[in-house]
């Protein structure tokens, strides 16, 4: 635990420190070394399957941004679905911040998309942000293609939670829904079922993406 905490601050840059403060705001900037994202995934690969990992991966909480940022990648680069699971469910009440819940992507989950969907219910109903966010955020990046259903959308819908990040993500789920599932989603909006404040930042997140196209932002712009 020690010797990887002193390699993370080998890489420290104190100007990408200073800045990346102020993207994570929710942290405060003691607990941010500065270490660049390629350096931290060079240094996951390069961990990858080692004893070392593995004690580090059993070491919560961690101290800094960059450790859970780094616990995320090590998570995410294994590739034994049941290993990779318990390890993530683990982890998930100690991630505190935004980014480290949007890094954490597991490859295994991939593969067996019908086992993941059975967590997700059950992420979705938890008390804890990030843990909510990264339910959403696996229905966002899992179950929007060849695998969606029309039940899926209803349950991000029924999330009500006063917390800025859960609701960030809610509005990032619609806005990509939409340039995924037009016909399943617009309905959300020409019925107003979000609340103003997700319903008025979903468009806003729609009509800034460049995967819809500008008659269907039209569109949106007079839902608002």
């Known amino acids: 635990m020690d010797m990887i905490t002193q390699r993370l601050f080998a890489l420290q840059d104190k100007e990408y420190q200073a800045f990346h403060s102020r993207i994570v705001s929710n942290l405060p900037p003691e607990q941010i070394i500065g270490v660049r994202t390629p350096q931290l995934r060079a240094l996951a690969k390069e961990l990858a399957n080692t004893e070392e990992a593995a004690a580090f991966l059993e070491e919560l909480p961690h101290t800094y941004f960059e450790e859970n940022q780094l616990h995320s990648f090590l998570i995410s680069n294994i590739r034994d679905f049941s290993e990779s699971m318990e390890a993530v ?8 911040n935004w980014a480290t819940c949007d890094q954490l992507s597991p490859k295994a989950f991939r593969k067996t998309p019908e086992l993941l969907l059975e967590k997700i219910p059950q992420w979705l109903k938890s008390t804890e942000t990030y843990t909510i966010r990264f339910g959403i955020e696996m229905l966002m990046n899992h ?20 917390e800025y990040y859960v609701n960030m993500m809610i509005s990032w789920y619609f806005a990509t829904a939409l340039a995924k599932q037009w016909d399943a989603i617009l309905p959300y909006f020409q019925s107003r079922r979000l609340s103003p404040w997700l319903h ?13 196209p500008t008659n269907r932002k039209d569109l949106l712009r007079t839902l608002k």
């Open 143 to 162: 179950f929007l293609d060849e695998r969606f259903s029309a039940e899926y959308p209803e349950w991000v819908a029924a999330v009500e939670s006063e």
């Open 200 to 212: 008025k930042k979903s468009i806003q997140k729609a009509t800034e993406s460049f995967r819809i």
């Open 89 to 96: 469910e683990k982890f998930l009440p100690y991630v505190d």
